[in-house]
């Protein structure tokens, strides 16, 4: 089975853009289907069954507004400090480590919640 994910994205003009990934190819578009049948054309022998997830940004019970909120900010302030040439304090560093690990973890949480609704 393949399973495509479909991202939001920002874009350079700041109109609504979406990425998308299956098995090291990629698409970038305008909208979430424009991805996926560009991805699809790329695809030489399609699968039997795909399933597509498409994750909007929002908070959810696995990742919420405000640890959101928290890595925005300390994204925004480790940009800052790359570009100055300086790094961000231990403790900046550490809370920014801390939240990155949780989105991934919160992301494997919901992945794993799509796997057990596709089992049943």
Do not use: C
């Not at 961000?88 to 991934?104: C, P, V």
Request: glycine residues 6%; negative net charge; without cysteine.
């Amino acid at each position: 089975m393949n399973t495509v994910t479909i991202l939001p994205v920002p874009s350079k003009d700041g109109q609504p853009a979406y990425f998308a990934e299956l098995g090291g190819k990629q698409s970038y578009g305008r909208t979430a289907g424009a991805v996926l049948d560009a991805l699809t054309q790329q695809i030489s022998e399609p699968s039997a069954s795909t399933v597509v997830v498409i994750r909007h940004h929002l908070p959810d019970s696995h990742f919420t507004q405000a640890q959101m909120d928290q890595l925005a900010e300390l994204m925004t302030r480790w940009r800052e400090a790359r570009d100055r040439g300086v790094e961000l304090s231990a403790d900046e560093q550490s809370r920014l480590e801390g939240l990155i690990n949780a989105e991934l973890l919160a992301s494997a949480n919901r992945t794993n919640e799509i796997l057990n609704q596709l089992a049943q």
